[in-house]
């Protein structure tokens, strides 16, 4: 510890009721701080790819439907209410609210 008040420049809790200043502390003595943060990234990203591929599967399926209206339509609009029921199953299931 240097002494000076921690206000005086960037500064770091160290510690519950003990802080030093960014350029004072002894990093290499300390754990990666943002390892729990990185834990959350990752675990949002493989949660984010979930709901991308679930994303594209129903963009694929209603393209390929679009080729066929409105030859196909009634069989078509049947099925839509099906993909649509299971896409925002699957987003329910990942955490996501169709509303948010």
Do not use: N
Request: glycine share 10%.
């Amino acid at each position: 510890m240097c002494g000076r008040e921690l206000g005086l420049g960037p500064w770091w809790m160290t510690a519950p009721g003990r802080g030093v200043h960014e350029e004072c502390a002894a990093w290499g003595e300390r754990p990666y701080p943002f390892a729990a943060h990185l834990r959350r990234l990752r675990a949002l990203r493989a949660k984010l790819g979930h709901a991308v591929r679930a994303v594209e599967l129903s963009i694929e399926w209603f393209e390929r439907m679009q080729g066929r209206w409105p030859s196909d339509a009634q069989r078509i609009l049947r099925r839509a209410r099906r993909w649509q029921a299971a896409l925002e199953q699957r987003l329910r299931e990942l955490g996501f609210d169709r509303r948010g």
